[in-house]
């Protein structure tokens, strides 16, 4: 199965707020209430920011958000800051012959 | 605190093999599925596979079927992941993590295999 679908970039400027989506198929966003979200810097390890669609992990800002319509799932960061600079993939729970599948991932630029 | 710590960097030919160890602590080691995670060079993130570590039960995403394999010792809270007959474009990161789907979401520090002859 091919990764779930993520815009390739996205860019605001400071105090701003974007929204990165997810699709997927009804093999896995759609049929599953376990989708993620990560925030990654290259050669770092990945950190949570959003599990079970929507909730946050202790200490992340409540400037992150996530929801879910049908088969696409979405992150959405509010009052952008510098340090929100990064790369963001998603991930979700797959039916058994996939399991898990990652979002191609999102360049993040905040401008 | 919960802790994942990786082997490390290796430089290997390309038709080697290499099995890349993941050390855990601060958590009862059984209660969590280790999932092996990498990415290449401009690529993005991609799953290979997870092991439940009381079981030994593995899955792994059908790219790697038959050639990767996941094992663990509880003795010593640890996984493993070995890849063989390895490839210049298995060149990656590659992550271990202890992961629940929920809030139980721990990673090591990432192992790079470099693939080049």
């Known amino acids: 199965q091919s990764a779930l679908t993520q815009p390739a970039s996205v860019s605001g400027s400071p105090g701003q707020s974007i929204t990165i989506s997810c699709t997927g198929t009804s093999s896995d966003i759609g049929n599953y209430n376990i989708v993620s979200w990560y925030q990654y810097h290259p050669g770092k390890a990945p950190k949570l920011i959003i599990y079970e669609v929507s909730k946050r992990p202790s200490g992340i800002s409540n400037r992150f958000s996530g929801s879910k319509s049908g088969n696409t799932a979405s992150l959405t960061i509010s009052g952008l800051q510098a340090e929100d600079e990064a790369d963001y993939y998603c991930c979700s729970y797959a039916d058994s012959d996939t399991f898990v599948i990652f979002g191609g991932g999102t360049k993040l630029t905040v401008l | 605190q919960v802790q994942l710590v990786q082997s490390g960097a290796e430089v290997k030919k390309p038709g080697a093999s290499v099995k890349v160890s993941c050390k855990t602590s601060g958590y009862t080691f059984s209660d969590y599925d280790i999932h092996w995670v990498r990415q290449a060079p401009g690529q993005g993130l991609e799953w290979m596979g997870r092991?439940?570590?009381?079981?030994?039960?593995?899955k792994y995403a059908r790219k790697y079927q038959g050639r990767v394999t996941m094992t663990r010792d509880t003795s010593i809270s640890t996984g493993y992941m070995e890849l063989p007959k390895l490839r210049s474009d298995d060149t990656a990161i590659y992550y271990c993590a202890s992961v629940n789907y929920g809030d139980h979401d721990y990673w090591g520090q990432g192992t790079l295999i470099t693939v080049s002859s």
């Open positions: 092991i439940n570590p009381n079981s030994g039960d593995t």
